[in-house]
């Protein structure tokens, strides 16, 4: 081979390495929709649907959150939609669990997925760690015992910033009650609408 035609295939590999390399954020992207397309379709023990956490992601992304706050990992798929989006905006989600067993599989589901430094996962009963929880947050996902809907978002109103949102899971599935719903709905504050794209549903309310 002359010195020539080495020179031109030393071109073509560095161009080719060129096409091909990713920056640090689109190989996380490709890491994340690798984890959720293996498991997709194999999320229970009080995950949200697929449909349900791509709205999350969506609306965190879209608004540029960057403090959000879980209340309900279960075993992580609402979290790691939460952390993906915090990747792209610079921000955290803290995620709170009673169940023990369900908050280590849950951190074993966000390190697969490449996500554990947007997310600060918290075991402990959230009646508490919600009161004690200085705030501000920008983005709520209330998701765990639907009888403390209510008293959760009572609760979180003064720490959640204005323009931020406070999204409710189940709500069209008959798991939260007409009261908490009529209540968020009537807020004097907050503007309401409901997602469908899933059965259970997504209550999302923005704060003036």
Same mark, same amino acid.
């Given at each position: 081979?002359?010195?020539?035609? =080495?020179?031109? @295939?030393?071109?073509?590999? @560095?161009?080719?390495?060129?096409? !091909?390399?990713? *920056?640090? $954020?689109? #190989? ?42 879980? &209340? ?7 979290? &790691?939609?939460?952390?993906? #989006?915090? $990747? ?10 009673? +169940? %023990?067993?369900?908050?280590? %599989?849950?951190?074993? +589901?966000?390190?697969? #997925? ?10 402990? /009963?959230?009646?508490?760690? !919600? ?12 998701? @765990?015992?639907? /009888? ?7 609760? =979180? ?18 798991? #939260?009650?007409? %009261?908490?719903? /009529?209540?968020?709905? /009537?807020?004097?504050?907050?503007? *309401? ?10 209550? &999302?309310?923005?704060?003036?």
């Amino acid at each position: 081979m002359t010195i020539r035609k =080495l020179l031109i @295939a030393v071109f073509i590999l @560095a161009a080719i390495d060129l096409a !091909v390399a990713q *920056t640090p $954020s689109e #190989a996380l992207d490709a890491k994340v929709e690798a984890f959720l397309k293996k498991h997709k379709g194999g999320w229970h023990d009080l995950n949200v649907p697929y449909e349900d956490g791509k709205t999350l992601h969506d609306i965190v992304v879209g608004r540029h959150y960057t403090s959000a706050l879980e &209340i309900g990992t279960s075993t992580g798929h609402s979290t &790691i939609w939460l952390a993906w #989006a915090m $990747s792209k905006t610079g921000g955290k989600v803290i995620t709170l669990e009673l +169940n %023990e067993e369900r908050h280590k %599989e849950a951190l074993k +589901n966000i390190e697969e #997925a490449g996500l554990s430094k947007y997310v600060d996962a918290r075991l402990g /009963n959230a009646h508490d760690l !919600v009161k004690q929880l200085p705030g501000p947050f920008d983005f709520v996902f209330s998701d @765990a015992d639907k /009888n403390w809907y209510k008293q959760y978002f009572i609760d =979180l109103d003064p720490k959640l910033k204005p323009g931020g949102c406070f999204t409710t899971h189940n709500v069209t599935d008959g798991q #939260a009650s007409e %009261e908490y719903l /009529n209540y968020v709905k /009537n807020h004097a504050h907050y503007k *309401t609408t409901i997602d469908r794209s899933s059965r259970a549903g997504v209550m &999302i309310s923005y704060k003036d």
